[in-house]
């Protein structure tokens, strides 16, 4: 089965946050298993760490970013420079992914 949202693509997001919502970033991560992705920038979340004795590393805060559902982004399309949905087509018996409003190749 082929994959709308791909690693490496540059995404709106539609919902969530309010400071996230209507910016695009890029998908570090796609985990198809809980239909999510992980978007460069987005849904930051800090994590604590406790202090390692042994180490002698102190505690600290950490910034990560958490995984978004699937549906809550959409494929950004520099064209139009909106979101965008994605389509699938073959050519030369080979599938492509494509844009829905332009019928154009999404190329990476």
Wanted: no cysteine; glycine share 10%; aromatic share 4%.
């Amino acid at each position: 089965m082929a994959a709308k949202i791909v690693k490496g693509d540059e995404v709106v997001i539609l919902t969530g946050k309010t400071a996230d919502k209507g910016k695009h970033g890029r998908v570090v991560r796609v985990i198809p298993d809980k239909h999510q992705v992980v978007v460069e920038g987005f849904n930051m979340v800090s994590k604590n760490v406790k202090p390692n004795k042994m180490t002698g590393e102190p505690g600290k805060i950490i910034k990560k970013e958490a995984p978004i559902d699937v549906s809550n982004v959409a494929i950004y399309n520099p064209e139009t420079g909106k979101a965008d949905r994605v389509g699938f087509d073959f050519v030369d018996g080979k599938k492509i992914r494509i844009y829905k409003s332009t019928k154009k190749e999404i190329v990476k």
